[in-house]
């Protein structure tokens, strides 16, 4: 791969794949017709998607947008195993409301998605007298599910992912009755959370919050209606930050100040690097010089930025200081682990601690592989774009959450020809 020096351009940034995929959930237990507009078709949304259909709902795919006829909460059992693919938030998403089906359903995947850790949610689940289990009893996928939510009390630990708290409230509505849930332990990626309250409020169900770590769900019905999928944070900052890192003038469409999203976070932190940032109400301006400054950033909140800032920390001058994500090891690969051992091949200095990563600035060209993992792509895209003579093996995987993340890239001026392989 040839180095990029310059990248200039006006895009709209890709569709946000965590409001879709709640999009998709929420709208298929609604009563009523919905239509989703700017939906994200990547693998792992139409794991989603295809995984509603199996349980009854009617989905009609357009060109941008999805036509959805709500259940109701009245689900049908799946006639075969659902296959998710390597999707953890449609297994974790789906494994509450398929309490909703008559019979039993039976989750699985691709060989990562069976190493996802799923013990938290099963245990919170059985004391909502729902009865999910482990195939192999050993906390991972295969998962069975069989019918019936009472609700009632139950805590979840918040400590692996917050997607165990968004799954048991999405489908909290269609319990037999009311249910409480109280986050035990440390409560990692927050704003995921607030996402998922915000959406299932602009589609009629409201969630009570007594205290900040308790949330209560009364019976009630989500109500089909229009609703438009924001642009995506986590994947629009690998556009950020390759605007930062190199001679960039980089203006992205449909990412919104207001936004609920964590990772809007990279904004402040290439910022803190160096670059500027415009802000508007619906569009972002990034500026970059090529020249960035280590930092010391907590990812607790936003750990899908992980790959993408220790991506600039390996370009910038000085060492940077990434901590808090220590749950990113659960996610597509131990992301803490893998991107450090792929920086190192490209001659990163760093020190891998549970929690995080130290890193040095002074990568260099090489080949590296992708560990399957999306976000380890792009990432070390970036640094390829900035270093040159770079390839990274399986590349095709950023499909997962970007599906057309080249095409975007080469409108901006980059050079990609050789580094995906």
Not at 179 to 199: A, G, H, K, R, W
Not at 232 to 245: E, L, M, R
Not at 277 to 296: A, F, M, N, T
Request: proline share 4%; glycine share 10%.
């Amino acid at each position: 791969m040839e180095k990029t020096d310059k990248i200039k351009g006006v895009v709209k940034a890709p569709p946000s794949k965590s409001y879709t995929h709640r999009a998709l959930f929420i709208s298929s237990l609604a009563q009523g017709d919905s239509h989703l507009k700017d939906p994200l078709y990547s693998a792992d949304t139409m794991a989603s998607l295809e995984s509603c259909r199996s349980m009854g709902c009617y989905i009609n795919v357009q060109d941008d947008s999805l036509l959805l006829k709500g259940t109701g909460g009245d689900l049908t059992t799946p006639e075969d195993v659902l296959d998710l693919k390597n999707s953890g938030t449609t297994l974790r998403f789906l494994t509450t409301m398929a309490s909703l089906a008559p019979g039993c359903s039976v989750l699985t995947g691709d060989e990562s998605l069976r190493g996802r850790p799923m013990q938290d949610l099963l245990d919170s689940l059985h004391k909502l007298g729902v009865r999910a289990f482990s195939t192999r009893k050993n906390g991972l996928p295969p998962i069975v599910v069989k019918n019936g939510f009472k609700g009632g009390k139950t805590s979840i630990n918040g400590k692996i992912s917050s997607q165990y708290l968004s799954s048991l409230l999405i489908s909290a509505p269609y319990a037999e009755k009311a249910i409480e849930v109280q986050v035990v332990e440390n409560f990692i990626s927050q704003p995921y959370v607030e996402m998922t309250l915000d959406i299932m409020d602009k589609f009629g169900v409201q969630v009570s919050r007594p205290k900040p770590r308790i949330f209560q769900v009364e019976k009630q019905n989500y109500r089909g209606r229009n609703y438009t999928i924001e642009g995506d944070y986590s994947s629009a900052s690998y556009i950020i930050a390759a605007a930062a890192a190199l001679d960039g003038n980089v203006t992205l469409k449909n990412l919104f100040s207001d936004s609920r999203q964590g990772d809007k976070i990279i904004l402040d932190l290439v910022q803190k690097m160096g670059a500027k940032i415009k802000i508007g109400q619906d569009k972002i301006s990034i500026k970059g010089d090529g020249h960035l400054q280590g930092v010391e950033v907590n990812l607790q909140n936003s750990p899908d930025l992980l790959t993408t800032v220790a991506a600039l920390a390996a370009v910038a001058e000085g060492t940077s200081y990434i901590k808090g994500v220590e749950h990113a090891r659960y996610k597509e690969t131990d992301r803490v682990h893998s991107i450090a051992q792929e920086l190192s091949k490209l001659g990163v200095k760093l020190t891998e601690e549970p929690d995080g990563l130290i890193i040095q600035g002074g990568a260099k060209g090489g080949r590296v592989e992708s560990h399957g993992d999306h976000r380890l792509v792009m990432a070390l895209t970036i640094v390829g774009l900035v270093t040159g003579g770079m390839q990274i093996e399986n590349a095709a995987v950023y499909q997962v959450s970007f599906p057309n993340f080249t095409q975007v890239m080469q409108e901006l001026g980059c050079n990609l020809e050789s580094i995906l392989i």
